[in-house]
């Protein structure tokens, strides 16, 4: 791997930078791959992908490194939302968090720049079940990814929307946390994506300096006072990362927040941020900095304009073979059946009214002539009614279904019933006389006919 001369000139005098080193971790050609682990779900240790020596990541409670990068595609604890693959320096967000703000609290948290979903599942399980989170992307193909994302790690008290950064100015004081995964000049990845080498270059960075001011300036007047500002890249580059950090502080009013840090680590402290080197960490380039905004005010009083449409006491009746009530209060759009967790239903009812919302607590499925067609988000939640019947597969079986093949379990058990491997839910299937109708989604389906 070449990497330009303009680049290494460009960042040549940044804190922690050792050309030799630099240059040398890169010609190697060395992938590291990581996963960070779902505590929501259950299963033996033994199941996942091989770790790797050093096995846990420092910063990250639930995250490892793997020996080797297996076939995730092949592997049912995958689909079946078990753990997530996540590159292992943007794991320190997890401290970013733990070290600035009380966690048992309830929180509103927004992850601005959300896709594909690494942080927002991240953020997800380590704030409290009573905490609420808005994930956002800006690009709808991308918001659809990060959709299936947040579904597949069985959240509930997560809101997905597909707005512009400064359609949360409206939002005026309304989060406790917002994290700014920022879009950059990716150098930081140069290693995982070598392509994106070439289409780096000084004028992309000071472009993409500027759409970060900006991203930054549109998103601050929605958190409170006292709120906590995480802001993150991916690149090695001063004008993306130390520049933006003196921008908030000198433009913005923004007091830097500094982190405590093992000696271990090898993070490199730099302009009131932390630098990842791929030559002193585990892990790629990255960037992160954390703030507390000085002024503004208290989390405004919400207030929705309409209330939403409640499933009538017949239809809530219709629901208890499929799921648990509690504190839930079931929402209908057309036939849609949406449960939102009862503490946070005027929040999504206002939020529904300002934002694009794209998903919304979990999606029970649709009502259709007296009865319910289940939807894959139940099955993948929590709120799953677990006395339903359930087939569990071998792990052929288990991919033959993700493939959307025909499979004839050997089980009496009729009607719908969940698929599962090793205790984990996949998705739903109606057994008939015969025969299975698969309602694993085709847009989720595996592929290929079996690795590479």
């Known amino acids: 791997m070449t990497l330009p001369r303009s680049f290494i000139h460009s960042i040549q005098n940044t804190r ?38 050093g096995g846990g990541i420092a910063w990250s409670e639930q995250g490892y490194y793997l020996a080797t990068r297996p076939s995730f595609t092949f592997d049912p604890l995958f689909h079946a939302g078990c753990y997530y693959v996540q590159e292992a320096s943007s794991m320190f967000l997890e401290q970013a968090l733990k070290q600035t703000v009380d966690l048992s609290k309830p929180l509103k948290v927004l992850d601005l720049c959300a896709a594909p979903g690494g942080k927002s599942t991240h953020i997800q399980s380590i704030i409290s079940e009573d905490s609420l989170l808005v994930s956002n992307e800006v690009i709808r193909s991308r918001a659809k990814i990060l959709k299936d994302n947040i579904i597949k790690w069985g959240c509930e008290n997560v809101v997905v929307t597909n707005n512009d950064p400064k359609d949360f100015a409206k939002l005026e004081n309304y989060f406790d946390v917002i994290v700014v995964d920022a879009p950059c000049s990716g150098s930081g990845l140069f290693r995982r994506e070598p392509e994106s080498i070439k289409e780096w270059s000084e004028n992309n960075v000071q472009l993409c300096s500027q759409r970060q001011q900006r991203i930054l300036a549109d998103v601050l007047p929605a958190l409170k006072e006292g709120g906590l500002l995480v802001y993150s890249t991916c690149s090695y580059s ?21 982190l405590s840090l093992s000696n271990v680590w090898g993070i490199i402290e730099s302009g009131g941020g932390y630098r990842f080197w791929p030559d002193k960490v ?33 239809e809530i009746a219709m629901l208890m073979k499929w799921v648990e009530l509690d504190d839930k209060v079931f929402i209908k759009h057309e036939n849609t059946v949406y449960a939102w ?12 009214e300002h934002l694009r919302l794209v998903y919304s607590g979990v999606l029970v499925g649709e009502l259709m002539r ?6 894959h988000a139940l099955a993948m939640s929590k709120i799953y009614n677990h006395s339903l019947p359930n087939v569990s597969f071998s792990k052929q079986e288990a991919i033959m279904y993700l493939q959307r093949k025909d499979l004839y379990p050997q089980t009496d058990k009729k009607g719908w019933c969940l698929a599962s491997f090793e205790g984990n839910n996949l998705g739903w299937m109606n057994i008939l006389q015969g025969r299975m109708n698969n309602y694993y989604p085709k847009s989720l389906r595996i592929l290929k006919e079996s690795p590479e």
């Open 16 to 53: 922690g930078f050792n050309q030799e080193a630099f240059e040398e971790i890169h010609s190697l050609g060395k992938q590291i791959t990581s996963i960070r682990i779902n505590p929501s779900k259950s299963f033996e240790s033994s199941l996942i992908p091989p770790l790797g020596s």
């Open 238 to 258: 001063k004008e993306e990362d130390e520049d933006i950090v003196d921008w908030l502080v000198n433009e913005c009013s923004m007091l830097k927040t500094q």
């Open 282 to 314: 585990r892990g790629e380039g990255f960037f992160l900095a954390c703030f507390q905004k000085k002024n503004g005010g208290d989390s405004r009083t919400i207030k929705a304009k309409k209330k939403p449409i409640l499933l009538t006491k017949i």
């Open 341 to 352: 967790p009862a503490k946070w239903v005027d929040e999504f009812s206002f939020l529904l």
């Open 370 to 375: 007296d009865k319910l067609i289940p939807d």
